[in-house]
């Protein structure tokens, strides 16, 4: 079975590829996702941004909105993204799609929004204590886990086994390595072969996107 790369920058077979609104342009011929991420937001064309999203998200590849999101250690003010992120919060419920999220120690502030979300959101590039992990899986968040899974002391491969099976996704994100790997460094914290990993991440992906996609 295809390996499902749910979230990267790249282009690759049997992947979601992320359009930054704003920093590209043009609509991928695989499947995708759109946002504008905090790192990238202009206050001046702000409006422009948005209505470019909007369009975007109406289209049939588009599977998922953003990464959006919240990042504190980003020179882009607070304001303007918690305004942002807001309107995509917006978008999001109003499309029925659901939301890939980009958040660095804002965890209390973005779980706070979500009680906004009438969609799923996807907490992607997971790699938090086991603490914030709890917080977020109460909060009723897919999350997805990337390269930190290679290293066997990180915060995600400790806390991969205790996320149910059927929240998880997989991700190279800017990442220039196959999804491969990440699925086998997931596959040997969950002690499950890959190909069931593979099959069960599938089915996450299509009760995810509401209805069965060929990737």
Not at 7 to 29: A, M, Q, R
Not at 56 to 66: D, P, Q, R
Not at 79 to 92: N, P
Not at 173 to 195: F, G, N, T
Request: net charge negative.
């Amino acid at each position: 079975m295809d390996l499902l790369d749910f979230h990267t920058h790249g282009y690759h077979s049997y992947s979601i590829h992320n359009v930054i609104v704003g920093k590209e342009t043009g609509v991928p011929e695989q499947f995708f996702s759109a946002g504008l991420h905090p790192w990238y937001l202009d206050v001046q064309k702000m409006d422009l941004h948005l209505q470019e999203l909007q369009q975007l998200t109406c289209h049939e590849k588009c599977v998922a909105l953003g990464e959006a999101g919240l990042d504190k250690l980003s020179d882009t003010s607070w304001q303007l993204q918690m305004e942002a992120f807001e309107k995509q919060i917006e978008l999001a419920n109003k499309v029925k799609k659901p939301m890939i999220i980009h958040c660095v120690k804002a965890h209390q502030e973005v779980i706070k929004l979500k009680e906004k979300a009438t969609v799923p959101w996807v907490l992607h590039g997971f790699n938090q204590k086991a603490a914030i992990g709890e917080l977020v899986l109460q909060a009723d968040f897919y999350i997805s886990f990337g390269r930190a899974l290679l290293q066997a002391d990180s915060n995600a491969s400790k806390f991969i086994p205790q996320v149910p099976i059927e929240r998880i996704f997989l991700e190279t994100d800017d990442a220039e390595m196959p999804i491969k790997e990440v699925y086998q460094a997931a596959s040997e914290r969950l002690h499950l072969p890959i190909e069931k990993l593979a099959s069960i991440l599938h089915t996450n992906f299509d009760r995810l996107a509401g209805r069965r996609r060929q990737l």
